[in-house]
């Protein structure tokens, strides 16, 4: 009895002298099918073989019989004599044609449509040129193998062969989970005093990973401002999940990693609080920290829980995402841009009466978005009156440059996508280590900068001394400056670490060196203390895995997979909250452009 099986290659029909220069590629497969007797290594083997030829040659066939032991093929052109038949030798894997008549009286059964072609054929053929073109797009795809083959494939077909491929390069995303587990030992083993583990749900599916090198720690204890950015990114890799990160800074302004964890679940309150968990385990500082982050997601709980005694800096962009989302988009963008430039002002001033100042320009613009602000809890965003040290940093996503590591490799396999990270890690900590080699200032490039420039401004100002350590300096405003305590009332000193203007003139004036006045982050010493220790590879991981593999317990993929399609390519970080509104410039209204004015004059 025929079964009628739909046909696995691409049909196709090059018949036409025009379109034969389409299938250049695949001349190389003429003769994958010789005839009667030819042995083949697996039932595999010959549908491969059968499949090449009839791209070769132009024709479509469709299976009447296709088993484990026995194959059975004609042209799928109705009447054409072409057939084919291979069974298995007895007591043998081995496939071998007993029957084959080659005569076609078809000109190929369909045109060059590429709707029933397999993936695993579009990974064999492009999945080379993978490997030297990680970027290889799913359009150029489709244009290659046409050009190369004649076979029209859609953008769907491609995309899931290079799918398909780039497994088949990177290794299994399942395997990668079941080796977690071990790959966590193995980079505490190359790493002594980091911490990596990962937990998993009832059903020993992964649930969270969490890794802090000892690199990380140390730099940040011994070199970094206590302060601390949280923020993360969703992940569109073939199980989703989401990054959670904490980053700091060092004495140069960069972000300096601390610490990263992958959970199986969008960003939750519970994957915070067990974020925030498992880094306090592994910080051993007692200076109070001051986190930048989202009052949401619980952290707002967690991090005074946890963290007691730490301070709490809301971060400004999300705090101006919320306001908005809550005003329901009830004014324009126009109005929302000098609204968010007020809301910034507010937050950056240093005095009580520059931050009102700033408030009632929202007030006369709208009062219930003053309202909403006044109750959002100023004394955690806005410098006038946070009791904490954020050294104006004001948003979370500081840390754009581990941001982006992490979204170029969330892609790949778990384990590869962490080991890309550590990759980068360590070559960032030997850079910023060479570069600081060269270094024969006291303080960092940016912070050297900084003096410099606030020392520009001491030639108009004059200094009265009040008490034996305070002074009055006087020029555009009258601040005062406390020597001993490290302080002035305009609050740039404390804001920056770097003494402003007015202690500038003060320090100058009892003849003392600025650079005693200057915070210990701003030194070049706690820079090259900050990248002082190094991040190791894990040099046996393939050796080892199967030679240990029945010590490791089995982690296996969470539940929640990517959904089928195109992924969204956007990439998360910092983000405008406005867009640029169109401007006219032939009636100066707002919402379209001069092209499209329609407004008589």
């Not at 994958?32 to 491969?48: D, K, L």
């Not at 492009?126 to 193998?145: G, R, S, T, W």
């Not at 190791?536 to 982690?555: C, G, N, R």
Request: aromatic share 10%; glycine share 4%; with cysteine.
């Amino acid at each position: 009895m025929d079964i009628d099986i739909p046909l696995e290659v691409p049909p196709v029909s090059l018949r036409s002298s025009n379109d034969v220069k389409y299938a250049k590629g695949a001349q190389q497969w003429q003769n994958t099918i010789t005839g009667v007797g030819q042995r083949f290594s697996s039932v595999h083997e010959f549908r491969e073989s059968l499949r090449k030829y009839a791209i070769a040659h132009q024709f479509a066939f469709k299976y009447k019989k296709n088993d484990s032991h026995r194959v059975t093929v004609k042209c799928k052109a109705e009447g054409c004599p072409w057939r084919i038949h291979a069974s298995r030798l007895s007591t043998t894997q081995l496939i071998c044609i007993k029957k084959m008549n080659s005569t076609h009286n078809c000109e190929g059964a369909f045109a060059t449509t590429g709707h029933q072609a397999t993936r695993s054929w579009v990974a064999s053929i492009i999945k080379e040129k993978l490997k030297d073109f990680p970027d290889y797009k799913p359009k150029d795809i489709v244009n290659d193998i046409k050009q190369e083959y004649g076979i029209q494939l859609n953008y769907f077909q491609a995309w899931r062969g290079k799918e398909i491929a780039k497994e088949q390069l990177q290794g299994s995303y399942k395997e990668a989970y079941s080796q977690l587990p071990f790959f966590c030992e193995k980079l505490m083993e190359a790493n002594p005093g980091s911490l990596a583990m990962c937990t998993t749900k009832e059903d020993s599916s992964f649930d969270r990973l969490f890794i802090s090198l000892h690199a990380l720690l140390h730099g940040f204890q011994q070199g970094c401002r206590p302060l601390i950015f949280l923020d993360s990114i969703p992940l569109k890799s073939k199980y989703q999940g989401t990054l959670l990160a904490a980053t700091s800074v060092d004495a140069d302004e960069g972000v300096f990693p601390v610490a990263f964890s992958i959970v199986d679940d969008a960003e939750s309150d519970d994957s915070w609080h067990w974020f925030l968990l498992q880094l306090k385990s592994v910080l051993s500082t007692s200076c109070p920290i001051t986190f930048v982050a989202d009052r949401e997601k619980g952290l707002k709980t967690s991090i005074a829980e946890i963290f007691e005694g730490s301070f709490h800096a809301y971060c400004l962009r999300y705090l101006t995402e919320q306001l908005f989302r809550d005003l329901k988009g009830q004014f324009s963008h126009e109005v929302m841009r000098l609204m968010i430039e007020d809301l910034y002002a507010a937050a950056y001033a240093t005095k009580p009466e520059g931050f009102q100042n700033s408030m009632e320009s929202i007030k006369k613009i709208s009062e219930e978005a003053y309202n909403w602000i006044i109750q959002s809890e100023p004394l955690n965003w806005a410098n006038s009156f946070f009791l904490g040290t954020r050294y104006n940093h004001m948003t979370s996503n500081f840390g754009e440059l581990f941001y982006n590591w992490a979204a170029d490799a969330d892609e790949l396999p778990i384990t590869q996508m962490v080991d890309v990270i550590r990759g980068k890690i360590m070559e960032l900590i030997i850079a910023r280590k060479a570069a600081s080699d060269q270094w024969e200032t006291r303080l960092s490039p940016t912070m050297e900068e900084k003096l410099k420039k606030e020392s520009q401004k001491t030639d108009s100002l004059s200094v009265l001394e009040s008490t034996c350590s305070t002074y009055e300096v006087c020029g555009d405003t009258t601040e005062a400056v406390n020597i001993d305590r490290w302080e002035c009332s305009c609050k740039a000193w404390q804001l920056t670490g770097v003494p402003c203007c007015h202690a500038i003139a003060v320090i100058s004036g009892i003849g003392q060196s600025v650079y005693d006045y200057c915070s210990r982050y701003c030194t070049a010493e706690s820079y090259k203390l900050t990248y002082s220790e190094i991040v190791h590879p894990i040099l046996d991981m393939e050796v080892s895995a199967s030679k240990d593999s029945q010590l490791v317990v089995t982690v296996t993929p969470p539940p929640t997979k990517r959904p089928p399609g195109r992924p969204a390519t956007k990439r998360f970080g910092s983000q405008e909250v406005v867009k640029r509104h169109l401007h006219c410039s032939r009636c100066k209204g707002l919402g379209h452009n001069k092209s499209t004015c329609k407004e008589q004059l």
